[in-house]
């Protein structure tokens, strides 16, 4: 099965890549590596939310961000090389902003997480990073980028 036909099979469709906020591209290939810049949780060019995770915006919610960030760096890799390349998830690294005192950012970044594992199966399995700051670009709650190998 191809990763085209699980996210058919998960009634997953991929969006259309997110506009760069600046001068970078959404994606790069170096190798047999894809790198996606930091993708927000855009749906159709507006922010799904915005505020600090643990004040305005609830772990659950932000969990739910978090996976759209994850369908938006995959749609970059998509357009980049085609999403049926992808072999191996590699690292996820994800940004949470944060209230003061809020410390479950690796329950926010589970979103993703989730994502991944539903639509790689065990190649999905990745490395991972999920850190707390205090703002992130347009007011986002979280930002999440990947690395992904392919063919």
Known sequence: MTVSDRLRELDVTLPGVATPAGAYVPAVRSGSLVFTAGQ???VDGTLAATGKV???VTVDD???LARLCGLNALAAVDALVGIDSVVKVVKVTGFVASAPGFSQQPAVIDGVSALLGEV????GAHARSAVGVAELPSGAPVEVEM???VR
């Open 120 to 123: 790689f199966g065990t190649e």
């Open 40 to 42: 927000l949780p855009f």
């Open 54 to 56: 643990g004040a305005e």
């Open 62 to 64: 932000a969990a739910g």
């Open 147 to 149: 690395v992904v190998e």
